[in-house]
């Protein structure tokens, strides 16, 4: 007798964002490792949006980012999906020497299926997603209808969050 076993993905919303380097070329690229990576599908991806750098205190002068949302289905826990996302930011010679620096790439796990946690290494959701142009309207763009746990409608925060995004125009 041959065993079935029922693997079951659970959605998870990813925001990936680069502003050094060529910015939609290393988002393209880490698509595609993304793409290859065990237990998760791309399920959609946004059109790149474009915003300008966020960091406190800041004058102005850091490189605006290029960012994308990818909606997955994986068979990943929360923490094992952090892993994948770590190793991808690593894969494109992402430093984490400055909190809000300039990035090469950064992956973010901005919802895991309505999974509300916080431990040592992955608050869930992201607990600035609900405040994040460059997140909301392009997740907006693929899921008008989404939620964020814990925050509501994710086309009624994107109507109030602050911040400028616009589409990328290479």
Same mark, same amino acid.
């Given at each position: 007798?041959? +065993? *079935?076993?029922?693997?079951?993905?659970?959605?998870?919303?990813?925001?990936?964002?680069?502003?050094?380097?060529?910015?939609? %070329?290393?988002?393209?690229?880490?698509?595609?490792?993304?793409?290859?990576?065990?237990?998760?599908?791309?399920? %959609?991806?946004?059109?790149?949006?474009?915003?300008?750098?966020?960091?406190?205190?800041?004058?102005?002068?850091?490189?605006?980012?290029?960012?994308?949302?990818?909606?997955?289905?994986?068979?990943?826990?929360?923490?094992?999906?952090?892993?994948?996302?770590?190793?991808? +930011?690593? %894969? *494109?010679?992402?430093?984490?020497? +400055?909190?809000?620096?300039?990035?090469?790439?950064?992956?973010?796990?901005?919802?895991?299926?309505?999974?509300?946690?916080?431990?040592?290494?992955?608050?869930?959701?992201?607990?600035?997603?609900?405040?994040?142009?460059?997140?909301?309207?392009?997740?907006?763009?693929?899921?008008?209808?989404?939620?964020?746990?814990?925050?509501?409608?994710?086309?009624?925060? %994107?109507?109030?969050?602050?911040?400028?995004?616009?589409?990328?125009?290479?």
């Amino acid at each position: 007798m041959t +065993e *079935f076993h029922l693997v079951v993905e659970r959605e998870a919303v990813l925001s990936f964002g680069a502003n050094l380097g060529d910015r939609a %070329a290393t988002i393209e690229r880490a698509m595609l490792l993304l793409e290859r990576m065990d237990g998760i599908r791309v399920r %959609a991806k946004s059109d790149l949006w474009e915003s300008p750098a966020w960091k406190p205190d800041s004058v102005g002068d850091a490189p605006d980012y290029v960012n994308t949302i990818v909606i997955i289905g994986t068979t990943l826990s929360p923490d094992e999906l952090l892993q994948a996302a770590n190793a991808l +930011e690593d %894969a *494109f010679g992402r430093t984490r020497s +400055e909190r809000y620096g300039d990035r090469t790439l950064d992956v973010d796990i901005i919802a895991f299926e309505g999974v509300q946690q916080t431990t040592e290494r992955l608050t869930l959701p992201h607990p600035l997603a609900h405040t994040r142009q460059f997140v909301l309207q392009p997740w907006v763009e693929l899921q008008p209808d989404a939620q964020l746990a814990g925050h509501g409608s994710v086309a009624e925060l %994107a109507d109030y969050a602050d911040g400028d995004v616009w589409r990328y125009r290479p």
